[in-house]
């Protein structure tokens, strides 16, 4: 059974740094784009990276670039996004997806981890 955990998620300060962990199961990790999403109380859902199959290609949403760093390491079957400099506004439930093709919508993503909460005070 395909399955996705993410883990990392805490309370921080601003300022301070988190790094989540998004752990596949039951699936061919490297047949997979990876992306990682956020969901803030009382909003929908956003994009906030996609990493290639490969790691090559990455994109990320305007307000977390120079902040947020994206990776895979496709022999641990892991995604990683490492957030520094967070601040209130990038408080949210975070989620990772894996799909087919690299996307900035959420519809494409075949699989999603059940979330982990990032809450940053200010």
């Known amino acids: 059974q395909e399955q996705l955990v993410e883990s990392g998620g805490g309370l921080v300060q601003a300022g301070g740094s988190l790094r989540l962990s998004c752990a596949a199961s039951?699936?061919?990790?490297?047949?997979?784009?990876m992306g990682w999403f956020r969901q803030a109380p009382g909003k929908e859902r956003e994009f906030v990276a996609y990493?290639?199959?490969?790691?090559?290609?990455?994109l990320y949403t305007d307000s977390v670039k120079g902040r947020f760093t994206i990776s895979r390491d496709n022999a641990k079957s892991t995604a990683y996004l490492q957030m520094n400099r967070l601040n209130a506004e990038d408080t949210a439930v975070y989620y990772c997806?894996?799909?087919?093709?690299?996307?900035?919508?959420?519809?494409?993503?075949?699989?999603w981890g059940q979330g982990t909460q990032v809450t940053v005070s200010s």
């Open positions: 990493i290639s199959r490969t790691g090559l290609t990455t």
């Open positions: 039951g699936l061919t990790f490297s047949n997979y784009a």
């Open positions: 997806g894996a799909g087919r093709t690299l996307s900035r919508s959420d519809y494409p993503y075949d699989y």
